[in-house]
C-alpha cells in the first residue's frame, strides 16, 4: 500500500483558513491581554500610558492569580492565541510567571514590548519559552528622533540593544512604528533599517484619542493626506489597498454595529479584568474579576454583536464606507458614543478614493462619481 500524502501548510495559510472556517461560530479564538497600563517611556501618542510607579494603576491591576485564572478560562473557552501587550508589560514583576503559564497552556503568545527593558535573562527566558512572535515598536532612525517620541532619554538605545538581544537568540521578532509628526520623515530609514536585519516591517498611521478622552494625543496625527501619501509611497501598502478595493468595493452593506471579527473571535482584556469586544471599544465592558470568562464571552459580548446600526445612522449611505476605519471604538473615544462619524477618518476615505481614482471633488467639495 503505497504512502497517503498529507499536504503541508504553512502557519499562514493553515490561519486563514481556519479562521475562514469558525468566523460565524463564536469561538473565542484569539484574545488581547494588557498586563499593565504603566510604562518607563511617556510616547506622546500613546493612548493608555501611565507612570511606571503610579501607586493607584498599581493597586487597580490584577493580581496574577487573577490573570492566570481568566486565561486558564479563556483557553477553556476554545482560545489558542493570546497577546500580551501593555503599557510595557515587562514592567509587571510577575511576568514570566504570567507568560509561563500561558505558555504551558499550549497557547500561542505573540508579545508587544517598546523593548527597552529587554536584558539577557529576560531575552534568556524568551529563547527557552519561544513565543509565536515578539514586536517591538520603533519610533525613529536616529536618538533624536525616537526620544523626541518617547520623552524617555536613553531609551533608544535601551531599545536597539534590546533588538539585538533578541536577534542574538533567533528570536521571532518584528519590527513596527506609528507614524505621527514627529517622526514621519523617518519611516522609510525605519523600514530600511529593519530590512537590513531580515525582519518584518510595518507601521501604522492611525492614532486615537486616549482612553480617558484626553485629546492630547491628537497633536501628533498626521494629516489625512499624509496617511494617504504613505500607503501610496509604500509598495506593499499600495498593492494590498488595490487588492482589498478590487475585493471589497460597494459590499459594506452589513447592518451590524460590529461586522468585524471582534466579538466573533476575538476579545480584549483590559489590566483590571474588564472584557470588551476589542481594545479600543471599551464604553461597554464585563468584569471578569467575579464571573467566568465562558459566561461573559457568551451573554455579553454576544449581545454586543446582535446590536444594529441606528436608521439615521450617517455612514449608511456613504459609497466609500468600505474605505473607512470608522467604527464604534473610534466614535466612543471621539465622541462618546457608538456612531457619531469621526471627520477625521472621513477625510482620510474621501482622500483614498480620489487617490484611487473613485472620485473626483471640485471646488465646491461635492463628490463626483468616475
Given at each position: 500500500?503505497g504512502?497517503?500524502?498529507?499536504?503541508e501548510l504553512g502557519?499562514?495559510?493553515?490561519s486563514?483558513?481556519?479562521?475562514?472556517?469558525?468566523?460565524?461560530?463564536?469561538?473565542?479564538?484569539e484574545?488581547?491581554?494588557?498586563?499593565?497600563?504603566?510604562c518607563?517611556?511617556?510616547?506622546?501618542?500613546?493612548?493608555?500610558?501611565?507612570?511606571v510607579?503610579?501607586?493607584?494603576?498599581k493597586?487597580r491591576?490584577?493580581?496574577?492569580?487573577t490573570?492566570?485564572r481568566?486565561?486558564g478560562?479563556?483557553?477553556d473557552a476554545g482560545?489558542?492565541?493570546?497577546?500580551?501587550?501593555?503599557?510595557?508589560?515587562?514592567l509587571?514583576?510577575?511576568?514570566?510567571?504570567?507568560y509561563?503559564?500561558?505558555?504551558k497552556?499550549?497557547?500561542l503568545?505573540t508579545?508587544?514590548?517598546n523593548?527597552?527593558?529587554?536584558?539577557?535573562?529576560?531575552a534568556?527566558f524568551?529563547?527557552?519559552?519561544?513565543?509565536f512572535?515578539i514586536?517591538?515598536t520603533?519610533?525613529g532612525?536616529?536618538?533624536?528622533?525616537?526620544?523626541?517620541?518617547?520623552?524617555?532619554?536613553g531609551?533608544?538605545?535601551q531599545?536597539?540593544?534590546?533588538?539585538?538581544?533578541?536577534?542574538?537568540r533567533?528570536l521571532?521578532l518584528?519590527?513596527?512604528?506609528?507614524a505621527?509628526?514627529?517622526?514621519?520623515?523617518?519611516i522609510?530609514?525605519?523600514?530600511?533599517?529593519?530590512?537590513?536585519?531580515?525582519?518584518?516591517?510595518?507601521?501604522?498611521?492611525?492614532?486615537?484619542t486616549?482612553?480617558d478622552?484626553?485629546?492630547?494625543?491628537?497633536?501628533?496625527?498626521?494629516p489625512?493626506?499624509?496617511?494617504?501619501?504613505?500607503?501610496?509611497?509604500?509598495?506593499?501598502?499600495?498593492r494590498?489597498?488595490k487588492?482589498?478595493?478590487?475585493k471589497?468595493?460597494?459590499k459594506?452593506?452589513?447592518?451590524?454595529?460590529?461586522?468585524?471579527?471582534?466579538?466573533?473571535?476575538?476579545f480584549?482584556?483590559?489590566?483590571?479584568?474588564n472584557?470588551s469586544?476589542?481594545?479600543?471599544?471599551?464604553?461597554e465592558?464585563c468584569?471578569l474579576k467575579?464571573?467566568?470568562?465562558?459566561?461573559?464571552?457568551?451573554?455579553f459580548i454576544?449581545r454586543?454583536k446582535?446590536k444594529t446600526?441606528s436608521?439615521n445612522?450617517?455612514?449608511?449611505?456613504?459609497?466609500?464606507?468600505f474605505?473607512c476605519?470608522?467604527c464604534?471604538?473610534?466614535?466612543?473615544?471621539?465622541?462618546?458614543?457608538d456612531?457619531?462619524?469621526?471627520?477625521?477618518?472621513?477625510?482620510?476615505?474621501r482622500?483614498?478614493a480620489?487617490?484611487?481614482?473613485l472620485?473626483?471633488?471640485t471646488?465646491?467639495?461635492?463628490?463626483?462619481?468616475?
Amino acid at each position: 500500500m503505497g504512502c497517503v500524502g498529507i499536504q503541508e501548510l504553512g502557519h499562514g495559510q493553515w490561519s486563514k483558513e481556519f479562521h475562514q472556517r469558525i468566523f460565524n461560530q463564536r469561538i473565542p479564538v484569539e484574545g488581547s491581554l494588557e498586563l499593565t497600563f504603566r510604562c518607563n517611556n511617556n510616547c506622546v501618542h500613546c493612548y493608555c500610558n501611565q507612570p511606571v510607579d503610579d501607586a493607584s494603576e498599581k493597586n487597580r491591576e490584577m493580581d496574577t492569580a487573577t490573570i492566570k485564572r481568566i486565561i486558564g478560562e479563556a483557553v477553556d473557552a476554545g482560545c489558542l492565541w493570546i497577546l500580551l501587550t501593555g503599557g510595557e508589560p515587562l514592567l509587571r514583576p510577575d511576568f514570566k510567571e504570567i507568560y509561563l503559564y500561558t505558555k504551558k497552556k499550549g497557547v500561542l503568545i505573540t508579545l508587544f514590548t517598546n523593548g527597552t527593558l529587554i536584558n539577557d535573562e529576560i531575552a534568556d527566558f524568551l529563547a527557552q519559552w519561544r513565543p509565536f512572535s515578539i514586536e517591538i515598536t520603533l519610533y525613529g532612525a536616529t536618538q533624536k528622533t525616537y526620544e523626541a517620541v518617547t520623552r524617555n532619554p536613553g531609551s533608544y538605545r535601551q531599545c536597539i540593544q534590546g533588538i539585538e538581544l533578541l536577534l542574538a537568540r533567533n528570536l521571532p521578532l518584528k519590527l513596527k512604528t506609528v507614524a505621527i509628526r514627529q517622526n514621519v520623515h523617518e519611516i522609510p530609514l525605519i523600514k530600511s533599517y529593519a530590512g537590513r536585519l531580515g525582519l518584518d516591517f510595518r507601521f501604522d498611521s492611525m492614532i486615537n484619542t486616549r482612553l480617558d478622552r484626553d485629546k492630547s494625543s491628537l497633536s501628533a496625527r498626521l494629516p489625512a493626506e499624509d496617511v494617504v501619501r504613505l500607503d501610496l509611497e509604500d509598495e506593499e501598502r499600495l498593492r494590498a489597498w488595490k487588492e482589498f478595493i478590487d475585493k471589497y468595493a460597494g459590499k459594506s452593506d452589513s447592518d451590524r454595529l460590529y461586522p468585524c471579527a471582534a466579538g466573533n473571535n476575538s476579545f480584549h482584556i483590559d489590566p483590571y479584568g474588564n472584557l470588551s469586544i476589542c481594545s479600543i471599544a471599551r464604553k461597554e465592558s464585563c468584569s471578569l474579576k467575579a464571573g467566568g470568562f465562558e459566561d461573559a464571552w457568551r451573554d455579553f459580548i454576544g449581545r454586543l454583536k446582535e446590536k444594529t446600526l441606528s436608521p439615521n445612522n450617517k455612514c449608511r449611505e456613504c459609497e466609500f464606507s468600505f474605505l473607512c476605519d470608522q467604527c464604534p471604538g473610534w466614535a466612543q473615544l471621539e465622541h462618546g458614543d457608538d456612531e457619531t462619524p469621526v471627520d477625521y477618518l472621513c477625510q482620510i476615505a474621501r482622500k483614498r478614493a480620489e487617490a484611487f481614482g473613485l472620485y473626483t471633488v471640485t471646488k465646491n467639495t461635492d463628490a463626483h462619481r468616475l
